[in-house]
């Protein structure tokens, strides 16, 4: 007797895809809309993990955008200090669908405000990227010119972005009363001071998420009409919430939405896919813990597998070249030092409202 | 009453010469100091690590040099009361290269992100060029061994800036051209400041303390008078030998005494002018 389900392939059957499976290449998780060749020109964007994507694609010599690149001779660690080299741009990261739709159209209309900048002693950061400038800059003059450089860059990475990869971290942000701007980080965690007067807290809903998202998609056609979009959900756990609600309660609604709100942008739009990176990390029938002992970073091994699968999917990985790194190397999975410093290695805005807990 | 001489070690490569022309030629001009080199051209004294109260090498080469020129191939720390670090690339060449990639709003000749762009120095922020400054300099052979030295022991450390190219330098095309631009640009007197304050921060945060290039011997900023360039002599055992016409280098023994002058000033050790 004929049904739906029985000609379908094996990783339509949890037994088949999930439980039998190669959990380490995922044959077929991940099988994409369109092509990424070696030219083709990548940009991304979003939370941390964004930064792992960009490293990834990097390491195979993709000609991964990077409109404001560091100084020639900057040392890696000031240059990444200093916001360079983490994403395709010094815009820090980006953690909500909100956050880079407000940029993409400040870059259309070369919009700065002077209201958006903040103070700690004596110094200025600009809020909608306050990371990018660990000492901040010594006038609001400084401020206003070096996003009005930003913003001119940007305008030139949409316009030649074939590949648009954008990394969705949170539904929670903070928003600036006055402009209503929302920001990527809360007042009061790298400057200014949180006045409930002025910054109000929102939790974006599934339908302002993807009525954004689309705006996104709509806005970066306008400035490349072939633009594809990559979108993917950030694995790691929110740091707190100010929801009120519990944690982890919290991180389920902000992790379930950005993964629906992307899969249904993916099921409308050709030029939008969806890697599956959050569910190589989460699900639990992967053979051992993909998270260090904190629950939130990522064990380096998995993301490691998690970008193999993406770069398989387009046929881009060196396995060759990797599997003489991985036999010139092979301390990184098993030295605890090296695990502990993997924190280190991603520059998270996010992670320091855990460092101001009371 | 004459008290007795304070042993200065000065350390470095070719720039060590002047110092070493100074402290022969007017000898009498610091009566407390006794002067002991102990450096060789290049990068010889990169091969040096302090270890157990000297500067040792393993490197036979090294020593070698060090031995042929200075007639002393380790130092024993112990019984010098000061040292002055000189030349091994702490100078402004360090700051020039930063802002010949780079600009930020602080240059005088910078009205905002359009004059950056044009000019193909992306703006940056003050903080980042300091930064990026103070990274280039501390990566210096002369920073690293003042800042091992002052690590390493209870007497005074000084770094002496090296000099900044003669002003004949802009004649000689690319190799000075970003001294040219910025100094084109109205940037220089600025550039100067700039570095010298950055210097002195680091060094203060090392606990060395920093050897400004006097004043007078600047012209520009960025460049230093003839008159202290002038007859600068090499780096030789046999001495008397003088760079070439054309070196924009390396100063002269003026250029040193003005130096030492100051030296003696920050020790608290008397200068006898001539009469």
Same mark, same amino acid.
């Given at each position: @007797?004929?049904?739906?389900?029985?000609?379908?392939?094996?990783?339509?059957?949890?037994?088949?895809?999930?439980?039998?499976?190669?959990?380490?290449?995922?044959?077929?998780?991940?099988?994409?809309?369109?092509?990424?060749?070696?030219?083709?020109?990548?940009?991304?964007?979003?939370?941390?993990?964004?930064?792992?994507?960009?490293?990834?694609?990097?390491?195979?010599?993709?000609?991964?955008?990077?409109?404001?690149?560091?100084?020639?001779?900057?040392?890696?660690?000031?240059?990444?200090?200093?916001?360079?080299?983490?994403?395709?741009?010094?815009?820090?990261?980006?953690?909500?669908?909100?956050?880079?739709?407000?940029?993409?159209?400040?870059?259309?209309?070369?919009?700065?405000?002077?209201?958006?900048?903040?103070?700690?002693?004596?110094?200025?950061?600009? @809020?909608?990227?306050?990371?990018?400038?660990?000492?901040?800059?010594?006038?609001?003059?400084?401020?206003?010119?070096?996003?009005?450089?930003?913003?001119?860059?940007?305008?030139?990475?949409?316009?030649?972005?074939?590949?648009?990869?954008?990394?969705?971290?949170?539904?929670?942000?903070?928003?600036?009363?006055?402009?209503?701007?929302?920001?990527?980080?809360?007042?009061?965690?790298?400057?200014?001071?949180?006045?409930?007067?002025?910054?109000?807290?929102?939790?974006?809903?599934?339908?302002?998420?993807?009525?954004?998202?689309?705006?996104?998609?709509?806005?970066?056609?306008?400035?490349?009409?072939?633009?594809?979009i990559i979108l993917t959900t950030s694995p790691v756990p929110i740091t707190a919430t100010a929801s009120g609600d519990h944690v982890l309660n919290a991180s389920t609604y902000t992790k379930s939405t950005l993964r629906s709100v992307a899969?249904?942008?993916? @099921?409308?739009?050709?030029?939008?896919?969806?890697?599956?990176?959050?569910?190589?990390?989460?699900?639990?029938?992967?053979?051992?813990?993909?998270?260090?002992?904190?629950?939130?970073?990522?064990?380096?091994?998995?993301?490691?597998?998690?970008?193999?699968?993406?770069?398989?999917?387009?046929?881009?990985?060196?396995?060759?070249?990797?599997?003489?790194?991985?036999?010139?190397?092979?301390?990184?999975?098993?030295?605890?030092?090296?695990?502990?410093?993997?924190?280190?290695?991603?520059?998270?805005?996010?992670?320091?409202?855990?460092?101001?807990?009371? | 009453m004459t008290l007795p001489a304070k042993t200065v070690c000065v350390l470095g490569n070719s720039h060590m010469a002047a110092f070493v022309t100074a402290s022969d030629q007017w000898a009498a001009r610091w009566p407390e100091m006794r002067f002991i080199p102990f450096g060789a051209h290049g990068k010889s004294l990169e091969c040096y690590r302090v270890e157990e109260g000297a500067l040792v090498s393993d490197d036979a080469e090294a020593r070698a040099r060090l031995l042929a020129l200075t007639g002393q191939d380790r130092l024993d720390l112990a019984g010098i009361d000061a040292f002055v670090v000189t030349g091994l690339q702490f100078s402004i060449f360090a700051p020039v290269r930063v802002f010949n990639q780079v600009s930020s709003m602080a240059l005088p000749s910078v009205a905002g992100h359009r004059d950056a762009v044009e000019r193909n120095r992306p703006l940056t922020s003050g903080a980042l060029t300091e930064a990026y400054c103070r990274e280039r300099l501390r990566a210096t052979l002369g920073y690293r061994l003042a800042r091992d030295l002052a690590q390493a022991g209870a007497a005074p450390v000084f770094l002496a800036s090296q000099p900044r190219p003669a002003v004949s330098a802009r004649e000689q095309g690319y190799k000075f051209a970003g001294f040219t631009r910025l100094h084109e640009r109205g940037d220089g007197i600025w550039l100067s400041q700039e570095y010298d304050r950055i210097a002195r921060r680091i060094c203060r945060a090392a606990g060395v303390r920093y050897l400004a290039q006097p004043p007078r011997t600047i012209r520009d900023g960025l460049f230093t008078k003839y008159k202290f360039m002038r007859g600068s002599l090499r780096l030789a055992k046999a001495g008397n030998i003088r760079h070439p016409v054309d070196d924009v280098i390396h100063a002269n023994a003026d250029f040193a005494r003005l130096m030492i002058d100051q030296l003696a000033a920050a020790l608290d050790l008397s200068i006898v002018p001539a009469e």
């Open positions: @007797m004929k049904n739906p389900y029985s000609d379908l392939a094996p990783s339509a059957f949890w037994k088949t895809g999930v439980v039998q499976t190669d959990k380490t290449l995922w044959p077929d998780l991940f099988v994409p809309k369109f092509a990424i060749e070696p030219e083709t020109r990548v940009a991304t964007a979003g939370s941390c993990f964004a930064q792992r994507i960009r490293q990834a694609l990097a390491d195979q010599n993709m000609p991964i955008l990077d409109v404001e690149p560091a100084p020639e001779a900057l040392q890696e660690d000031l240059a990444r200090e200093f916001g360079y080299g983490l994403h395709s741009a010094r815009y820090g990261n980006i953690y909500t669908p909100r956050q880079l739709l407000e940029l993409l159209q400040d870059v259309q209309t070369g919009t700065v405000r002077e209201e958006l900048i903040w103070q700690r002693k004596g110094r200025f950061f600009d @809020m909608l990227r306050p990371n990018v400038e660990p000492d901040g800059c010594a006038s609001v003059r400084e401020v206003l010119e070096l996003r009005r450089l930003h913003l001119a860059r940007l305008r030139g990475l949409f316009e030649t972005t074939d590949v648009f990869v954008f990394t969705l971290g949170l539904t929670e942000a903070w928003l600036h009363g006055p402009t209503g701007r929302c920001l990527p980080v809360a007042p009061g965690v790298i400057a200014g001071e949180y006045d409930p007067g002025t910054y109000r807290f929102h939790n974006f809903s599934h339908s302002e998420l993807l009525k954004d998202l689309k705006a996104i998609r709509a806005t970066l056609r306008q400035f490349h009409k072939k633009i594809k899969g249904e942008m993916a @099921m409308r739009f050709n030029n939008v896919d969806y890697f599956p990176g959050y569910e190589i990390v989460t699900t639990w029938a992967r053979d051992g813990m993909a998270y260090q002992d904190n629950l939130r970073s990522i064990r380096p091994e998995v993301v490691a597998d998690v970008m193999a699968v993406f770069l398989d999917a387009y046929g881009l990985r060196d396995t060759q070249d990797s599997a003489r790194r991985d036999a010139e190397d092979p301390a990184p999975a098993e030295d605890p030092e090296y695990l502990d410093g993997q924190e280190d290695d991603l520059v998270c805005e996010e992670s320091l409202i855990e460092a101001l807990q009371k | -």
